[in-house]
């Protein structure tokens, strides 16, 4: 009898078929998913470029519309002027750089006008742009109220701001005020509103007084912050002391005793007139005093 053999029979490993189930069903994911990933990327890629063709586009038609005429100045008939008094058409339309060709969508309003106030003449610009092709500029010129010596004589407004020194060619139809220092005219000074509103009053007093001490004929306004203010007047070589204040009661007064001031003789002899008393005038005469 054959001896039984104790080795146990050797069965075939099995694999792990969870494993490969898994493993399995990840290849078929990844391969599942590629053409959906390549999809994205294909919209994404596409949308990009579409945008970039759109921004292209409108710049293209941006670029278009700015150089179309139909929004463009077609003559400097389409340019209106208003306001100046001094300045020539020519030279504000050189310096806000409008003419013919000129496009309005490209226009830029407030550079123009910021341009044009850097002229001492110019105190304010408004440019107004009227569709489709024409524009309406408006300056405002500074009015002069007198000039200043200081140093040399500049132009003064009726604010007190010096703007322009005077040059060849200026208008110099105006009074010139002396007595004060071109430093007096810097902001921060608490007497320049004071002095100014007296001269200004002053000024628009002598735009309607009587000869001699009417504007046309004041060639002088001298300035004593004490005593106050003194016309000199062409053709009288006399200086006329109004004080520093109550000047609509004081000119009335000289212009009712200058008859009998020409009849007597007394206006080429005069040194001063001193119209800074209550209801007369005192003439000093060369070497004597005389009231009256």
Request: charged residues 25%; contains cysteine; proline residues 8%.
């Amino acid at each position: 009898m054959a001896p039984v053999s104790k080795l146990k029979a050797q069965h075939p490993v099995k694999k792990d078929t969870r494993f490969r189930r898994r493993r399995n069903n990840y290849r078929r994911r990844s391969k599942g998913e590629s053409p959906g990933y390549w999809r994205w990327a294909a919209f994404l890629t596409f949308g990009f470029l579409s945008l970039a063709g759109l921004g292209l586009g409108l710049a293209l038609l941006y670029y278009q519309i700015l150089t179309c005429s139909w929004f463009s100045i077609k003559d400097t008939k389409d340019i209106e002027v208003a306001g100046l008094r001094r300045l020539q058409p020519e030279l504000v339309l050189q310096m806000a750089k409008l003419g013919p060709g000129t496009n309005l969508l490209a226009l830029k309003p407030i550079q123009v006008e910021q341009a044009l106030e850097t002229h001492p003449w110019i105190a304010r610009a408004t440019l107004t742009r009227k569709w489709p092709h024409r524009v309406r500029l408006h300056v405002q010129e500074r009015e002069p109220m007198a000039l200043v010596q200081a140093g040399e004589l500049h132009y003064v407004d009726h604010r007190g701001n010096l703007f322009k020194p005077l040059h060849p060619g200026d208008p110099h139809d105006f009074p010139v005020i002396t007595g004060l220092s071109r430093e007096f005219f810097s902001p921060g000074q608490g007497a320049l509103p004071e002095t100014m509103d007296r001269i200004r009053q002053l000024v628009e007093l002598l735009k309607n007084a009587p000869p001699p001490l009417n504007l046309e004929n004041i060639s002088e306004i001298h300035v004593d912050l004490e005593r106050g203010l003194t016309l000199y007047a062409n053709g009288l070589g006399a200086g006329v002391d109004l004080g520093l204040s109550h000047y609509q009661e004081k000119l009335p007064r000289l212009a009712h005793a200058w008859p009998t001031l020409t009849q007597k003789g007394y206006l080429p002899r005069a040194a001063r007139i001193n119209l800074d008393y209550p209801q007369k005038v005192v003439l000093s005469l060369k070497g004597m005093e005389e009231n009256r």
